[in-house]
């Protein structure tokens, strides 16, 4: 059974830092893995996805890399903002395909300071 | 372009009722999935509709059930409400190869 784990459960960091989330799965056998923003009693927003075969993907100030074999992911976001509070949720699908469902984690509470 | 639109937006019951939830998906997308997110948790699937038919189903009992309509549209049915199935009911769309999933606004249910 997969297991989504994301640690700690909550980060607190001044405007203007360099941050890592992590993310860490215990099947390394997925399809993709997809990283999510959700503020808080709203739906989830899309941040990144990576397929399998990748190791990393780029949206502006944010980067996701995905190491597989170790079964781990980091969501890094460069000189974080306000705005940029919310909980990162990760979430992997298995590799039996594109329509497998999405195993999440519980998800880090990010807290940027002014 | 809406997005993936949900409704209602919270919804109160009481023990023992029932309660439809509906989800309209992102345009071009076929596939809805369901997935219940509980305070503090990650979202936990549901089940997954593609043609009209429920092709996965996540560990949840019978009382939870659904439809997909032919505009690719979908239901989310919970019977004989408990007070532990108070959450909020995420909705999530997609297409294609890589099924990259986008949620919708989610519907929060109380069951009093």
């Known amino acids: 059974k997969q297991e989504v784990t994301q640690i700690p459960a909550a980060l607190s960091v001044p405007e203007g830092e360099n941050l890592v989330l992590n993310c860490s799965f215990t099947d390394s056998a997925i399809y993709n893995l997809q990283w999510f923003r959700q503020d808080p009693g709203k739906g989830l927003t899309s941040l990144l996805l990576?397929?399998?075969?990748?190791r990393e993907q780029t949206s502006g100030r944010l980067n996701a890399s995905l190491d597989k074999s170790s079964g781990r992911s980091t969501l890094y976001i460069a000189a974080s903002q306000p705005g940029d509070s919310a909980t990162y949720l990760c979430a992997v699908r298995r590799n039996t395909g594109a329509n497998s469902k999405l195993t999440f984690g519980k998800g880090i509470t990010l807290s940027v300071r002014p | 372009d809406a997005g993936v639109t949900q409704s209602p937006t919270h919804l109160i019951k009481t023990r023992g009722q029932q309660v439809t939830l509906r989800c309209s998906p992102k345009s071009g997308h076929d596939t809805v999935s369901w997935y219940q997110q509980a305070l503090g948790q990650g979202p936990q699937f549901i089940f997954q509709?593609?043609?009209?038919?429920?092709?996965q189903r996540g560990n949840f009992p019978d009382r939870f059930s659904g439809h997909q309509f032919p505009n690719y549209s979908s239901e989310l049915n919970v019977n004989a409400l408990l007070l532990g199935d108070s959450a909020l009911y995420l909705c999530a769309s997609s297409s294609g190869t890589f099924n990259e999933q986008f949620f919708g606004p989610g519907t929060r249910l109380t069951v009093l």
């Open positions: 990576i397929q399998s075969s990748q």
């Open positions: 509709y593609y043609e009209e038919e429920e092709r």
